[in-house]
């Protein structure tokens, strides 16, 4: 099973990027996504999650209208798009799959981890 988060780079702030995190096998169909974040010296922090059929969307206070999670279906890539950038927001992200077609912001809710991909800010 891989799980593979893609997507980050260099961008000023203001600016924008969207994530996108793609599946081998079945992990992430029918099942919840969740987007976590670890930045430099800090612990992983909870980002955003979507349910399994898409309508169900959950999101850290910090990113609550700057960031939007998306899938089109249950077997789709599921999105990140980050608008509004702020340095604050560098960080290596992350994709999860739950064990569930529900959500959460806790970790161990989320069997497969990918690599993750990594997201400057500049000032």
């Known amino acids: 099973v891989q799980l593979q988060a893609s997507g980050g780079g260099l961008v000023q702030a203001g600016g924008s990027l969207r994530l996108s995190c793609a599946a081998s096998?079945?992990?992430?169909?029918?099942?919840?996504v969740g987007w976590f974040r670890q930045a430099p010296g800090k612990e992983r922090e909870f980002v955003a999650y979507?349910?399994?059929?898409?309508?169900?969307?959950h999101y850290a206070n910090s990113v609550e209208g700057r960031f939007t999670v998306s899938r089109d279906h249950p077997k789709s890539p599921v999105y990140l798009r980050m608008n509004s950038l702020k340095p604050e927001d560098t960080a290596v992200y992350y994709c999860a799959a739950a064990r569930s077609p529900v959500g959460s912001r806790v970790e161990n809710a989320y069997a497969y981890w990918g690599q993750g991909t990594l997201v400057t800010v500049s000032s």
């Open positions: 979507i349910g399994w059929k898409g309508t169900l969307r």
């Open positions: 096998g079945h992990v992430i169909s029918n099942n919840a």
